[in-house]
């Protein structure tokens, strides 16, 4: 009798900065609630986790804890992430099998008035990477689409949205010569407009995958249902623009409210409709999209294709009878720090005029007959 899945061993590594993220958040009780979290078996506090030192003790508890994902609760993953990667490798995982939440720069320093809400947002980050690491799998190639032969009927409409050619359709001999899509991993960039695109749920991505998307979305609406958790805003951030913009507020220390949740996709264009419907479905009180300014896009077109999709969404989301106010598309660039406070703090405003969500989420239906195609792959 074979063996089942083994199960994940999360590790969850917090920094403190050199004692600058104490200062507006509770560590200890953050390293308490990350060891709560489902798959969590080890939890660690170092002064800097960047430090020589704290990538070989990184290393050390990869292998004395038998710990095949790692979370790094620390700043932001354009300053360390690859540093991050190099060090797990070296201690035998997958580059792929880690994840960061940025409690530094988007927390600490723009949240630094209320030690409470800060603390509970970055038990809220940090459980959103853990929901994230959690649903990851290893891949040689890091993050590029991948196809899932069985569901592509061979449209073209990934083709035709990649921008970097990656993408061909050809007669697949396995599927008696049916047209199918097939992704270069050398040639793409994981942006993700594919993936987004794709009509029949074929495409995915291996470190942005609709699974992960998901799992952070739910965890991130976890604590709704409290009071001090209104407004309940969640906010896709493209990691070129707006989210370097975010980090730059940060080091300016230019205060927030702290009612939002950041989850960052390399571009906007990788945001799937399906995942704003599932937030506001769900309960969120707002959505917001922060893409690049068009002209400026790291990819070149792909917050073009993001205007494009979110403006017959909103229409969408008003047919059905929703709030269109509760739905924001916001062009933020990467040296714009000002106007990414601006955006998130006038959408936050507009909400809590808006009020709580007024849908509740249904116990009625069962959860597996409602669940989204691509995750019956």
């Known amino acids: 009798m074979s063996a089942g899945p083994k199960e994940p061993r999360v590790g969850v ?3 403190r900065c050199g004692g600058q993220i104490d200062l507006s958040i509770d560590t200890e009780r953050l390293a308490s609630s990350a060891q709560e979290e489902q798959d969590v078996v080890f939890t660690h506090t170092l002064p800097y986790l960047c430090h020589p030192s704290g990538m070989d003790e990184i290393a050390e508890r990869i292998k004395g804890e038998g710990l095949d994902r790692v979370v790094i609760a620390a700043c932001s993953p354009r300053l360390y992430l690859q540093s991050f990667q190099e060090t797990i490798e070296g201690a035998g995982l997958n580059r792929l099998m880690i994840d960061m939440a940025n409690i530094r720069e988007q927390v600490a320093w723009v949240h630094f008035r209320d030690k409470e809400a800060a603390t509970s947002k970055a038990e809220d980050m940090v459980g959103m990477a853990i929901a994230k690491v959690r649903n990851q799998l290893p891949d040689e190639h890091g993050n590029v ?26 007669p697949d001999p396995v599927f008696n010569d049916k047209r199918k899509a097939t992704v270069n991993p050398k040639a793409c960039v994981g942006c993700g407009a594919c993936v987004s695109a794709c ?18 979305i739910e965890r ?17 951030s493209c990691h070129w623009c707006s989210y370097s913009s975010a980090d730059q ?40 999209i922060l893409a690049g300014v068009p002209g400026r896009c790291h990819y070149e077109i792909g917050n073009l294709r993001t205007r494009k999709r979110m403006t017959l969404l909103q229409m969408v989301l008003k047919q059905y009878g929703f709030d269109e106010n509760r739905f ?3 062009y ?8 990414y406070v601006r955006s998130v703090q006038e959408f936050m405003d507009k909400i809590k005029q808006l ?14 007959r409602v669940e989204l195609p691509y995750l019956k792959l």
């Open 249 to 288: 507020a940060g080091l300016m220390r230019m205060e927030l409210d702290p009612h939002f949740r950041t989850v960052r996709t390399m571009c906007s264009a990788r945001v799937d409709p399906e995942w704003v419907l599932k937030a506001i479905g769900s309960g969120a009180d707002g959505i917001m």
């Open 220 to 236: 991130s609406l976890a604590n709704r249902d409290e009071e001090s958790a209104f407004p309940h805003i969640l906010v896709f």
């Open 355 to 368: 009020g709580p969500n007024p849908i509740e989420a249904t116990t009625i239906v069962d959860p597996q």
């Open 328 to 330: 924001q598309v916001k």
């Open 145 to 170: 689409s991948i196809v899932n032969k069985s569901r592509c009927v061979g449209c073209g409409v990934c083709e035709s949205v990649c921008n970097v050619n990656s993408i061909t359709l050809a």
């Open 332 to 339: 933020v660039d990467s040296d714009q720090p000002e106007a």
């Open 199 to 216: 009509p029949t749920a074929a495409m995915d991505q291996t470190f942005f995958s609709n699974r992960q998307i998901l799992a952070q």
């Open 13 to 15: 590594f917090i920094c």
